[in-house]
């Protein structure tokens, strides 16, 4: 079975206040790259039908979704090439 391009560890985020976002490491051969999931994409995650959600809530949410974030964050990572970091995720990416 060949390694992914991109790692990830369990527990290992961050809010970026400045970014209204999760901040997460991912790890390939090359070293670490940043990656960032916007309060309204975890929003979209955990109730499509609310307006927003507070940094505690998105927490909480990225948590709960974790497994399933890291594999939407290594598919976007993959169909970017890399690209420039942090690579961002939207609720455009969910899908």
Same mark, same amino acid.
């Given at each position: ?9 369990? $527990? ?10 999760? $901040? ?8 670490? &790259? ?34 399933? &974030? ?11 090439? $890399? $690209?420039?970091?942090? &690579?961002? &995720? ?6």
């Amino acid at each position: 079975m060949t390694k992914p391009s991109v790692q990830f560890e369990l $527990g290992n985020y961050e809010w970026v206040s400045e970014r209204d976002s999760v $901040g997460f490491l991912g790890t390939t051969d090359l070293g670490e &790259i940043p990656f960032l999931i916007t309060a309204d994409a975890l929003c979209e995650m955990l109730n499509p039908e609310l307006d927003g959600i507070d940094p505690e809530t998105a927490l909480e949410t990225f948590v709960e979704f974790e497994t399933d &974030i890291h594999r939407i964050a290594r598919r976007e990572f993959v169909k970017r090439l $890399g $690209g420039e970091p942090p &690579i961002l &995720i939207t609720s455009a990416d969910l899908e």
